[in-house]
């Protein structure tokens, strides 16, 4: 059945300043208003490869967190491949997706060396896990122990995927690039074009306020989920239930679709909590993400997730 991604829009916003340390907010005249301000968020962010920390505050979806970093730091937004929460490293575990944790800090990392590599399709699974940022980069998370993948040194996990055999894919959605590494044909000699991101330090950067959330998720209860239409919104923490049926979702696009995406799956978990019966969570899938077909096996295994989830 037609199912599919919702595309998320920029607005672009005044940047933010870089830090020079941090001040309180104490004090000072308060704005005559009957209601009071919503409260203000405001992280911390570096580039992963080091730099001064800055703030970025006022944004409500991926591209515009994107603009802003971009601006404090004085580069292209396209230079950023992806950020990592908590850490610089090339954690593929910690990568920023439409959920912020209240305290996380955020590390961008940013577009380095260039790669050309020719591989020969010599089984029908290539061992690659393709996911994207959000803004139609897709970069490599996982490579199968063993694969073909795994036997070209030059081929890295949090490589970018810039080209395939001179198609230019930026600003393709994950499952058509996994897509379109199924539709290769076995023995096939292809080509493809990467960016590996900057080399990070490998001392952890720490934020100039003296109170800094790297190496540790955040404490403060709630997250920001960013929104592709209207304003991001403060929400709870998922319970432990929850979130271990949204990561067998995350295991099931890995195995059906060769891709990894928690926002996807989150989405895909939240049509089919309230439904009776899995015909009732196809036609909400349907309604909900649109173009893209999705197995049937795929659907009939995430519906005894979600069972399993209702079931405690």
């Not at 260039?114 to 980069?137: H, R, W």
């Not at 096939?188 to 959330?213: C, D, Q, R, V, Y």
Request: charged residues 30%; contains cysteine.
């Amino acid at each position: 059945m037609p199912l599919g991604l919702r595309m998320k829009k920029a607005k672009s916003k005044e940047t933010a300043r870089l830090v020079e340390g941090e001040q309180g907010s104490a004090g000072g005249d308060s704005p005559s208003a009957s209601l009071a301000p919503p409260p203000r968020l405001v992280f911390h962010t570096q580039l992963a490869h080091g730099s001064a920390t800055a703030r970025v505050e006022n944004f409500s979806s991926i591209q515009e967190l994107y603009a802003k970093i971009a601006g404090v730091f004085e580069i292209s937004p396209s230079e950023i491949l992806y950020c990592t929460l908590n850490t610089p490293k090339l954690d593929m575990e910690k990568l920023l997706g439409a959920q912020i944790g209240l305290e996380d800090f955020i590390f961008a990392h940013v577009k380095g060396i260039k790669k050309e590599v020719s591989v020969k399709k010599s089984e029908d699974s290539l061992g690659l896990t393709i996911t994207d940022n959000g803004v139609g980069v897709s970069f490599i998370k996982k490579i199968k122990d063993g694969s073909i993948i795994d036997s070209v040194k030059t081929i890295c996990v949090g490589d970018h995927i810039e080209s395939i055999n001179g198609e230019n894919i930026v600003g393709w959605r994950h499952l058509d690039v996994a897509k379109k590494f199924r539709d290769l044909k076995k023995d096939e000699l292809f080509t493809l074009k990467l960016i590996e991101p900057k080399k990070t330090f490998e001392i952890e950067p720490m934020s100039k306020a003296g109170n800094s959330s790297v190496g540790r998720t955040g404490t403060r209860k709630g997250t920001l989920r960013l929104r592709s239409k209207g304003p991001a919104t403060v929400e709870e923490v998922p319970s432990e239930t929850k979130a271990k049926a949204i990561e067998k979702v995350d295991d099931l696009l890995e195995l059906y679709m060769g891709i990894r995406d928690i926002d996807l799956a989150t989405t895909v978990f939240e049509a089919g909590k309230d439904k009776g019966n899995p015909d009732e969570f196809a036609v909400a899938l349907d309604n909900t993400l649109g173009d893209f077909a999705f197995p049937d096996e795929f659907l009939f295994d995430v519906w005894g997730a979600i069972g399993d989830a209702k079931r405690g």
